[in-house]
């Protein structure tokens, strides 16, 4: 099935021409249209959540800031990866940036860990679905959160899309990785309408081998074991293609009042009504101010070794597309020194990450001024 990123991670040559793509259409526009369109500050429709593991309790901060300022009640679509996706769902389902950051203070994260006899059956989930831990429980846990706004734990897209608009119920967008395929997937009303969103999002925080894969038939339906004949694909994190999914809604039908012109179909548009946020460490973020590609990182034993290559290898996979359009409307939030591992954080630890998303915010708009 082609997805809504397909033009974007399947077609090298495009990567490399996104930022003339923008630059073209931007000299397109009337001068003062150019004018008004660079100085105004735009009434945000979408939101996109970038993945970041237990760091994204950060996001909490950030959306009560945006609530806040009255940019929240205006988002009409939420698109998120992994943590991020976490996030986004809850908002598409209409909570509010206070009760999302209750429900994360008070839920135990390490309960994810799941899996019976954790060592022998660790080992057989690994050969069979390619993961140490089960999964099972966060499942349970966010469809539980999605039966108190709707009174049904097995929503669908379709059903989603069917209430957004009304009691703060919001479009959802989703990213997954298409192991079998080899490209990234956006889950949505518009790609897959049958599938459960508890499943995507189950499926977009599949840390590979960490999490068990999810096997998913082509109408999104997921299954317990593969299907014969290559019926069913292997799906994993979607932070593996598309960790930051901003560019979800760079697409006219997502813009408001026809703001930007039309143009060759293959061309790549900067939505200015899509806010971004991201997590990174302090260095990083410092390092993309000025636009100056990834910040050394120091190497010093084993881990340091593996996060050094684990940043390399993914990052500037997902950074490659991103052009300083895509930049300026991005928010970046400090990861406070923590990791991304799924562990025990103590309210002292949560109260940093949460107060870290609001600096970011705040950041964001001071700079904007």
Known sequence: MTTLFSPIFQKSALNHCLCFCFLAVVSMLPSGLRAQEMTSTPVYRNLALEGGGIRGIAYGGALLELEKRGLLQPIERVAGTSA????????????????????????????????RFLFL????????????????????????LIDQKT????????????????????????????LSQQRAEVFSH???????????????????????????????????????????????????????????????????????????????????????????????????????????HQIVDLPSYMNAFYRMVLENLNRYALTPADWDRTVSVSTAGFGPK????????????????????LQFFAACE
């Open 342 to 361: 799924v562990k025990r954080l103590s309210e002292k630890d949560k109260e940093k990450l949460l107060a870290s998303g609001r600096t970011g915010m």
């Open 84 to 115: 991020g996706a976490i996030q986004a769902c809850l908002l598409a389902m209409g909570y509010r940036p206070q009760e999302i950051t209750e429900i994360t203070f008070a839920t135990p994260l390490q309960q994810f860990t799941d899996g």
């Open 190 to 296: 518009e790609t897959y309408p049958q599938m459960r969103v508890k499943d995507a999002v189950r499926i977009s925080m599949s840390v590979p081998l960490f999490f068990q894969a999810v096997f998913m038939d082509p109408k999104g339906g997921v299954h317990p074991k593969p299907l014969p004949n290559g019926g069913t694909s292997v799906m994993v994190d979607g932070g593996l293609l598309a960790n930051f999914p901003i560019m979800v809604f760079d697409d006219q039908r997502y813009v408001s009042g026809g703001r930007i012109l039309a143009g060759p179909q293959e061309n790549r548009f900067i939505n200015p009504e899509t806010l971004g946020i991201r997590l990174d460490h302090d260095d990083q973020i410092a390092y993309d101010a000025e636009r100056k590609g990834l910040a050394p």
């Open 121 to 144: 059956g660790g080992f057989n989930r690994m050969a069979k679905n390619y993961g140490w831990y089960r999964g099972e429980k966060f499942t349970q846990w966010l469809a539980s």
């Open 151 to 178: 009174g049904n734990p097995n929503l669908t897209f379709a059903e989603l899309h069917a209430l957004a608009g009304k009691n703060g119920f919001r479009d959802l967008y989703i990213t997954g990785t298409n």
